[in-house]
């Protein structure tokens, strides 16, 4: 089977689309290849996903990310955004990645009250923004905890991304508050039980 380049056809809306170079000109042996413009076909299939990162590559994908986001490019923290949750036993770190590349996180973790956990970290790359992988990766740390016996997520929420939560079923529980030294607001939401069994954790799953 013959390959044809775009180099080979014409594929810049010049009318020439569809034929081979060559067919027609002098000389030239006519083609009975109808060559087709090329497209990008993903049907059906996601390009985002959201999961837990459990191996080595994983979590160095999503704390490469939140230190781009967090520390490079807003400078919420200075030198590292780690902090003693990453070392938790019952931490979930997740890795979103577009078409397999890595491009956004979140984290979380049982709060001190029984049923209520933290969602934090949220970041998603600067060139993979308004893609949808914010949203997904909120919804995921929200099915993860339910999946997890939460009854409450709460988190604290940087003041332009307070829309964000609230098209994502979120609530504003309070007045702006300091966190991590720069202004937030405390927004919550309820959690459901899993829909997603294997969301519920090595040995959770149903
Ligand atoms: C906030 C952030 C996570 C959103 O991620 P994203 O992948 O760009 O968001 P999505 O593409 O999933 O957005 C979903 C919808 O919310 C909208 N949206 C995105 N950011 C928004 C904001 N700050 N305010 C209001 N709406 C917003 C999008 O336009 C989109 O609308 P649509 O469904 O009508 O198209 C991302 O901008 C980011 O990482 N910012 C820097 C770090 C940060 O602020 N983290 C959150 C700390 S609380």
């Known amino acids: 089977m013959t390959a044809v380049l775009p180099a080979q056809v014409g594929l810049a809306g010049d009318g020439r689309e569809g034929r081979a170079t060559g067919a027609g000109r002098p000389g030239a042996t006519p083609s009975r290849i109808r060559p087709v413009r090329p497209v990008n076909v993903l049907v059906g299939v996601d390009p985002v996903v959201c999961r837990p990162a459990t ?22 923290f200075a030198d590292s955004d780690l902090d003693a949750h990453d070392a938790r036993d019952d931490v979930v770190h997740v890795l979103a990645t577009h078409l397999g590349r890595p491009a956004g996180t979140v984290r979380l973790y049982p709060a001190g009250r029984p049923g209520e956990w933290v ?5 998603v790359l600067p060139g993979f923004r308004s893609a949808a992988i914010g949203g997904p990766l909120v919804r995921f740390a929200v099915e993860a905890a339910g ?14 991304n307070e829309r964000f939560f ?25 959690l459901a039980g899993p829909t997603t069994p294997w969301l519920a954790g090595p040995g959770r799953a149903a």
């Open 119 to 123: 969602g934090d970290r949220l970041a």
């Open 147 to 160: 999946a997890r016996d939460g009854t409450r997520m709460r988190a604290h929420v940087q003041l332009p």
């Open 166 to 190: 609230h098209r994502l079923g979120w609530s504003t529980d309070g007045p702006v508050e300091t966190y991590v030294g720069h202004p937030h607001i405390p927004m919550s939401t309820p």
């Open 55 to 76: 191996d080595t590559a994983t979590c160095a994908a999503h704390h490469a990310i939140r230190h781009a986001v967090f520390v490079a490019e807003q400078g919420v």
